[in-house]
C-alpha cells in the first residue's frame, strides 16, 4: 500500500475533486458527496456537492431542497450546449435513482464512482473509480468514511442512525474506522489534510476489505439524500 503523499497525487483529478468536495459538505454540516463531470482528458468540466442541508449564505436554485445532491448539482454546472455525450459523471457515492435517471436523461457518456451507495450497496460496479485492482480500494474507503462521519454528525435523537448500524454488517472496515474517529466534524481544512492524517486507518481498512464484496450480488437500489 503506497504512502499518501504517493498515492494522492497519482489518483484522477476526478477522484481528488470529488473528495475535496464531499469533504467541503461533511465541514459544512451536509451529507458527504461530491460529483464533477470531467472531458475524455480527465479534466473537470462542472462540479457540485450535496447542499440539500445547507441553510446558511450561499447560492445555487436547488441549495436547501430535496433535489439538491451532489450529482443533479454538478450537472446543472453544465451548459445546455455541451454534448454531454463526450463526459463522464463522477462521484464518491453510488448515484441514487434520481441521479441515474438525471444522467441518462442528460446524456452524459458514462457515470463512475468511488464507493457502493452506503446502505443497500445494490450495484456489483464494486465502486469503480477508475483505478484498476485494489489500488482503487483505499478511495472507497475514503468516501464511505466521509459519508459515514455526516451521517452521524447529522443524526437527532439518541438513538444511532440506522445507515451507520446497517454498515456495521455490510463495510464492518470501514465502519470501524468511521467508530475510531474523535466525535464531531473533523477539524482539517481540506479534504487531503485530513486523508493524509488518516490515511494509516484508510490503508489498514483498504486492505482488509474483500475486493468485489458486492460482485453479482443484488440488494435492491438504495434510496439516499446524495
Known amino acids: 500500500m503506497t504512502i499518501f503523499d504517493e498515492a494522492w497525487p497519482a489518483a484522477p483529478e476526478a477522484v481528488r475533486r470529488c473528495?475535496?468536495?464531499?469533504?467541503?459538505a461533511l465541514r459544512a454540516g451536509g451529507l458527504a458527496v461530491g460529483s464533477v463531470?470531467?472531458?475524455?482528458?480527465?479534466?473537470?468540466?462542472?462540479?457540485?456537492?450535496?447542499?440539500?442541508y445547507d441553510d446558511g449564505p450561499g447560492a445555487g436554485a436547488?441549495?436547501?431542497t430535496p433535489l439538491a445532491h451532489a450529482e443533479l448539482n454538478a450537472l446543472a454546472a453544465a451548459r445546455t450546449e455541451w454534448d454531454l455525450g463526450t463526459l463522464t459523471l463522477w462521484s464518491t457515492?453510488?448515484?441514487?435513482?434520481?441521479?441515474?435517471?438525471?444522467?441518462?436523461?442528460?446524456?452524459?457518456?458514462a457515470v463512475r464512482y468511488l464507493a457502493p451507495d452506503p446502505w443497500a450497496l445494490a450495484s456489483a460496479n464494486h465502486g469503480s473509480s477508475g483505478v484498476a485492482g485494489l489500488e482503487q480500494q483505499p478511495w472507497l474507503v475514503a468516501a464511505n468514511v466521509m459519508f459515514l462521519r455526516s451521517v452521524a454528525v447529522a443524526a437527532r435523537g439518541p438513538e444511532?442512525?440506522?445507515?451507520?448500524?446497517?454498515?456495521?454488517?455490510?463495510?464492518p472496515e470501514t465502519a470501524a474506522l468511521h467508530d475510531s474517529l474523535p466525535p464531531g466534524l473533523p477539524s482539517a481544512?481540506?479534504?487531503?489534510?485530513?486523508?493524509?492524517?488518516?490515511?494509516?486507518?484508510?490503508?489498514?481498512?483498504?486492505?482488509?476489505?474483500?475486493?468485489?464484496?458486492?460482485?453479482?450480488?443484488?440488494?435492491?437500489?438504495?434510496?439516499?439524500?446524495?
Do not use: I, K
Open 19 to 24: 473528495l475535496a468536495l464531499a469533504y467541503e
Open 189 to 226: 481544512p481540506t479534504a487531503e489534510a485530513w486523508l493524509r492524517e488518516l490515511w494509516p486507518g484508510v490503508a489498514a481498512a483498504a486492505l482488509a476489505r474483500p475486493a468485489g464484496r458486492y460482485g453479482g450480488g443484488g440488494r435492491g437500489r438504495p434510496h439516499r439524500t446524495g
Open 62 to 64: 436547488l441549495r436547501g
Open 37 to 52: 463531470l470531467t472531458d475524455a482528458n480527465g479534466t473537470v468540466r462542472a462540479e457540485g456537492r450535496n447542499q440539500a
Open 93 to 109: 457515492q453510488e448515484p441514487c435513482s434520481m441521479c441515474t435517471a438525471a444522467a441518462a436523461f442528460t446524456g452524459v457518456g
Open 160 to 171: 444511532e442512525p440506522a445507515t451507520l448500524v446497517r454498515c456495521r454488517e455490510l463495510e
